[in-house]
C-alpha cells in the first residue's frame, strides 16, 4: 500500500474514532455506522482524485459534491432529481431539518432521540470533519494540523455530554490522532528511500548502524506519543472534576475507609429546566411505599447551601461509609410527630446520578455497590463511577409532622448553624430584603414568617409558573423574577431562601422529584418533568423542614395550612402506630391522584414489597449488541498479534504441516519459526547470513546454552543440507528442537522482553508485509488489465494512445 493510501486510511480511522464521543448524545447509535460508510464512500472519491491525479483544489471539491450527494440521498430523496441530484428544494429541507434538529437538541435531555434532525447534525458534521481532515492530512500533507478539527469534533461531543464515557472516548479520540502522526511519519520517512544492509530477502529487517539509525525516529515517535497519551490520561485523572447536570452524572465521592474523601462543590440545575420543558415524560424512578399518603414523600437528592451571589451550590464536605442505621436528623426532637414508612425504589436504566434520590430524613438504606454516606446533608453520593444507572434500594425514612405551635415556639437556631445557612452575598441587591422585610411585616416569629413567604409566592404575590424563562441563579435573576413575577421552582426556592437568609432565618435549596404519579398497580412513577428545587427551612427541635412557594406544583406541607392537623408525639426511633410494619394492601388517595382513580384498586400509595422496575425497558436490543461487540473489539485488537502468532506456530509446526507438505518444506518452516522465535526476543533477522552464520547469531545475542543452543545448529545444519546438497537430506525432530530453542530463548529473556514477546511479537509485522504485497500485486494486475483494455479499444477504433507509465 502506497504512504498515501495509508495516510487516507489513518484519517478515516482517526475521524471515526474522535466521532464516538457523539455515541452518548443520542440513542439509538446506528447513526453512526451510517456515517462511517458515508466517510468512507467521500474518503474514496478522494483517493481515486489523487491517484489520477487532480489538483489539490479539485480533489476536495469533489469530496464536498460526494457529501452533498450521500446526504441527499440520505435525508431528501424526494426531492431530488432522478432520487440523488440536489434541487432548490433539497436545499430547503436541510434548513427545515436543520432547524427542527436545533429544536430538538433544546428540548430533549440527553440521551435524545434519534429524529431526522438530530440525525442530518450528527452524520453532517461528522462528514465535514472528515473532509477537512482527508483534506488537511492527505490532500495537503499535513497530518498535525488535522489535529484541529478532530479536537473540535471531540471536545464538542465531550462538552454536551457531560464526559459520559469520558476516558474511554478520550483514549480512542487519541489513538485516533497518534496513528495518523505515525502514518505521516512513515511516509516522510519512506521518501528518503530504503537503507539495505546487505543482500537480504524483500520485507526484513536490516542489520547494523545503517538499520537502527533508520528505525530510531519512528521508535522515537512511537515512545513520544504514547508517553503524551499516558500524561493525558493520568493527569486529568489526579486533577479535581467539577461535573453538573440534575440528571447526568455529577461528580462523585473519593476515597475509601471511614471519613476518608470528599466530594465537591457541583451545580445540579443545569438540566433541570431541560428537564421540564421535554416533549415526553420519560420515567426516570418507581417506588413502591407503605406510606398512607405520599404528597409529602419528595425523593431528595441534595441540599445546596452555599449562595456566593452568581448560584446556589452544594458546599464541599466529607464523606464516610454507609452505617447500617443513619445518624439521627439534625435538630429532630422526640416529641416532634414521626411515622417511619419504607420505600422501595427502582432507577431506569438509562438514568444515570451520582446522588441517591431518597426521602427526607432517611433512617437507613440498603444498597449495593459502591455509596458514601454525606452526613450533613445526609445524602448518598457513589464513589468510584457509582451511579443510580439500574439501581433497586430500600430507604427507611421519617416523615416528620410537626404542629403549628411546635414550629411558632422553636428556639433559635445553633450559632454556628445559623452562621451558615443566613449568609448572603454582599452584591446581593437591597430589594431582596426590602421586600421581604414588606411580605412579613407583623410576623412574630420565624415560623410565620416562612408561611408568609410562601404564601406569597404560591397564592397572594401574583406570580406565574413558567418554564420558559431564563434559568439563571445569580442575584440578578433573582432581581428580575421579583419584578417580572414569572418563572420555575428555580427562581421560587432560590428567591425565597434567599429572602428568608435576609431575614436571620436558615435556610438551604433543595433538588429532587416530587412524588411522582400513582400507578395502576400501586406503584409511583417518576419521571423527567417531577424534577424540582424546593426550600428548607431550619427550625430548632424539628430540624430542615420542606416549604413549597412554587405555584402549581407539588404539595404545600399540612403545617403550613390553616387547618394543620395536630397529631401526638412520637419517639422517632420507633414506627407511628398509624403505619403498619406490613405494606399495607389498600391505596390511598393523595392530592396528586386524578379523580378517576380514586375509586377502589386506584392509584394511591402501595406495597413495598419489592421495587418495580421501570416500564422504560432501557436501551434497544441493537444499541447493547452493539456496545457488546465494540468492547468484544476493543478487548480483542490488542490480542490480534498474539493470536496470529499462535496461528502461525501452529501452522508451522503442527503434525497437519508433516502430513501435508514434503521434509524439505518442514525444516524450512521450522528454522523460520525459530528465526522469528529469536527476532520476538530482540535478535533481528539478517538474509545476508548463512544459516550456520545466523544460528551462532542467535546463540549469541539470545544468551543460549546447552540443549536449547544445540538445537538451534541442528537445524540451521538441517536447512543447509535441504538448500545446498546434492540430495537433501532433512532432519528429524525439528519441531521439537524449535519448542526446545523457544523456551530457552524465554529463559534467557527479562521480564518485559517475554512479556512483550507474547503479546506484542515483533514478527508479526510480517502481516503488514503480506498485505502490503498483495495490494503491489492487485494493483500491477489491475493496470495490466487497463492497459490491455486500452489496446484493443485502440484496435477496435483505429486509433492508437500510447500507454501511461507510472513509476
Known amino acids: 500500500m502506497s504512504g498515501r493510501g495509508r495516510l487516507a486510511l489513518c484519517a478515516l480511522a482517526a475521524t471515526l474514532m474522535s466521532a464516538g464521543a457523539l455515541v452518548p448524545l443520542v440513542e439509538p447509535a446506528y447513526w453512526l455506522l451510517q456515517a462511517g460508510c458515508?466517510?468512507?464512500?467521500?474518503?474514496?472519491?478522494?483517493?481515486?482524485?489523487?491517484?489520477?491525479?487532480?489538483?489539490?483544489?479539485?480533489?476536495?471539491?469533489?469530496?464536498?459534491?460526494?457529501?452533498?450527494?450521500?446526504?441527499?440521498?440520505?435525508?431528501?430523496?424526494?426531492?431530488?432529481?432522478l432520487g440523488f441530484v440536489p434541487t432548490p428544494g433539497v436545499l430547503g429541507d436541510f434548513v427545515g431539518l436543520l432547524t427542527e434538529g436545533g429544536d430538538d437538541v433544546g428540548r430533549y435531555a440527553i440521551p435524545a432521540p434519534a429524529t431526522d434532525g438530530i440525525r442530518l447534525m450528527l452524520i453532517g458534521g461528522v462528514l465535514l470533519i472528515g473532509l477537512a481532515v482527508d483534506a488537511i492530512a492527505v490532500t495537503f500533507r499535513s497530518a498535525a494540523a488535522a489535529g484541529l478539527p478532530l479536537l473540535a469534533l471531540y471536545s464538542v461531543a465531550a462538552g454536551l455530554s457531560g464526559g459520559a464515557g469520558g476516558w474511554l472516548w478520550f483514549l480512542l479520540a487519541a489513538v485516533g490522532y497518534l496513528l495518523l502522526l505515525l502514518a505521516e511519519g512513515r511516509d516522510r520517512l519512506s521518501q528518503w528511500g530504503r537503507i539495505f544492509g546487505g543482500t537480504r530477502a524483500p520485507g526484513r529487517f536490516a542489520s547494523g548502524p545503517e538499520a537502527a539509525e533508520r528505525r530510531a525516529p519512528v521508535r522515537t515517535g512511537r515512545r513520544i506519543g504514547v508517553v503524551a497519551l499516558g500524561v493525558a490520561l493520568a493527569v486529568p485523572a489526579a486533577l479535581p472534576a467539577l461535573d453538573g447536570g440534575l440528571l447526568a452524572e455529577a461528580g462523585g465521592g473519593r476515597g475509601s475507609g471511614s471519613g476518608g474523601g470528599t466530594i465537591s462543590a457541583v451545580n445540579p440545575l443545569v438540566s433541570l429546566q431541560d428537564n421540564l420543558n421535554q416533549p415526553e415524560d420519560r420515567e426516570a424512578l418507581r417506588y413502591k411505599t407503605n406510606a398512607k399518603d405520599t404528597q409529602d414523600l419528595y425523593l431528595r437528592i441534595m441540599a445546596l447551601?452555599?449562595?456566593?451571589?452568581t448560584s446556589w451550590r452544594f458546599s464541599q464536605r466529607s464523606v464516610e461509609d454507609v452505617p447500617k442505621r443513619l445518624p439521627g436528623a439534625p435538630g429532630l426532637r422526640s416529641d416532634v410527630s414521626t411515622t417511619e414508612v419504607t420505600t422501595n425504589i427502582s432507577a431506569a436504566g438509562w438514568y444515570r446520578q451520582n446522588y441517591l434520590p431518597m426521602p427526607y430524613p432517611a433512617t437507613e438504606v440498603e444498597i449495593a455497590g459502591r455509596w458514601r454516606f454525606e452526613p450533613t446533608g445526609r445524602t448518598l453520593v457513589g464513589d468510584r463511577g457509582q451511579s443510580t444507572r439500574g439501581a433497586r434500594y430500600e430507604v427507611g425514612s421519617l416523615l416528620v409532622r410537626p404542629t403549628k405551635d411546635q414550629l411558632a415556639s422553636a428556639p433559635e437556631a445553633p450559632t454556628a448553624l445559623r452562621r451558615e445557612y443566613t449568609r448572603i452575598p454582599a452584591i446581593l441587591p437591597d430589594v431582596v430584603r426590602e421586600t421581604a422585610l414588606s411580605v412579613t411585616e407583623g410576623a412574630t416569629n420565624d415560623y410565620e414568617r416562612a408561611v408568609r413567604l410562601q404564601d406569597w409566592f404560591a397564592l397572594d404575590g401574583g406570580f406565574s409558573y413558567n418554564t420558559e424563562v431564563d434559568s439563571g441563579t445569580g442575584v440578578a435573576a433573582i432581581t428580575r423574577f421579583l419584578q417580572n413575577k414569572e418563572g420555575f421552582c428555580v427562581h421560587f426556592s432560590f428567591a425565597m431562601a434567599a429572602m428568608a437568609r435576609t431575614l436571620g432565618i436558615p435556610a438551604r435549596v433543595a433538588v429532587g422529584f416530587t412524588p411522582g404519579t400513582p400507578q395502576s398497580d400501586g406503584s409511583m412513577s417518576v419521571g423527567l418533568r417531577d424534577a424540582h428545587a424546593w426550600p428548607e427551612v431550619y427550625f430548632e427541635g424539628v430540624g430542615w423542614t420542606r416549604f413549597e412557594p412554587t405555584?402549581?406544583?407539588?404539595?404545600?406541607?399540612?403545617?403550613?395550612?390553616?387547618?394543620?392537623?395536630?397529631?401526638?408525639?412520637?419517639?422517632?426511633?420507633s414506627p407511628d402506630a398509624a403505619a403498619s410494619d406490613t405494606p399495607s394492601a389498600e391505596p390511598s388517595a393523595s392530592d396528586s391522584c386524578p379523580a378517576e382513580g380514586r375509586q377502589p384498586a386506584g392509584c394511591g400509595a402501595a406495597v413495598a414489597d419489592g421495587a418495580v422496575p421501570p416500564t422504560d425497558a432501557g436501551p434497544p436490543v441493537g444499541t447493547v449488541a452493539g456496545i457488546v461487540l465494540g468492547a468484544l473489539a476493543i478487548l480483542l485488537i490488542p490480542l490480534l498479534p498474539l493470536l496470529w502468532r499462535l496461528r502461525v506456530r501452529a501452522l508451522r509446526l503442527g503434525p497437519?504441516?508433516?502430513?501435508?507438505?514434503?521434509?524439505?518444506?518442514?525444516?524450512?518452516?521450522?528454522?523460520?519459526?525459530?528465526t522469528d522465535t529469536a527476532w520476538d526476543h530482540g535478535v533481528p533477522p539478517d538474509g545476508a547470513r548463512t544459516p550456520r552464520s545466523a544460528a551462532a547469531e542467535i546463540v549469541r545475542l539470545g544468551g543460549l546454552e546447552g540443549p536449547p543452543a544445540e538445537a538451534v545448529h541442528r537445524v540451521a545444519g538441517a536447512v543447509e543440507r535441504v538448500l545446498y546438497a546434492p540430495e537433501p537430506r532433512p532432519g528429524t525432530g525439528l519441531a521439537e528442537d524449535a519448542r526446545l530453542v523457544r523456551a530457552g530463548l524465554r529463559a534467557a529473556s527479562g521480564r518485559w522482553t517475554r512479556l512483550r514477546a507474547l503479546l506484542a511479537p515483533r514478527s508479526s509485522v510480517r502481516v503488514v508485509w503480506a498485505v502490503s504485497e498483495g495490494s503491489r500485486r492487485l494493483n500491477a494486475r489491475w493496470a495490466a488489465r487497463l492497459g490491455a483494455v486500452g489496446a484493443r479499444w485502440s484496435a477496435a477504433t483505429g486509433r492508437w494512445r500510447p500507454s501511461r507509465q507510472r513509476g
Not at 458515508?38 to 478522494?46: K, L, N, R, T, Y
Not at 487532480?54 to 440520505?74: E, F, I, K, N, P
Open 551 to 573: 405555584p402549581s406544583r407539588g404539595s404545600a406541607p399540612d403545617y403550613t395550612r390553616p387547618d394543620a392537623p395536630v397529631d401526638g408525639p412520637t419517639d422517632p426511633s
Open 656 to 674: 497437519g504441516r508433516r502430513a501435508a507438505e514434503d521434509a524439505s518444506a518442514r525444516t524450512l518452516a521450522a528454522w523460520r519459526e525459530i
Open 305 to 309: 447551601d452555599k449562595f456566593d451571589g
Open 38 to 81: 458515508m466517510v468512507g464512500v467521500m474518503s474514496g472519491v478522494g483517493a481515486l482524485a489523487r491517484r489520477v491525479p487532480l489538483a489539490r483544489a479539485t480533489t476536495v471539491a469533489l469530496q464536498g459534491l460526494s457529501v452533498l450527494l450521500m446526504l441527499t440521498v440520505a435525508f431528501a430523496r424526494d426531492r431530488a432529481l
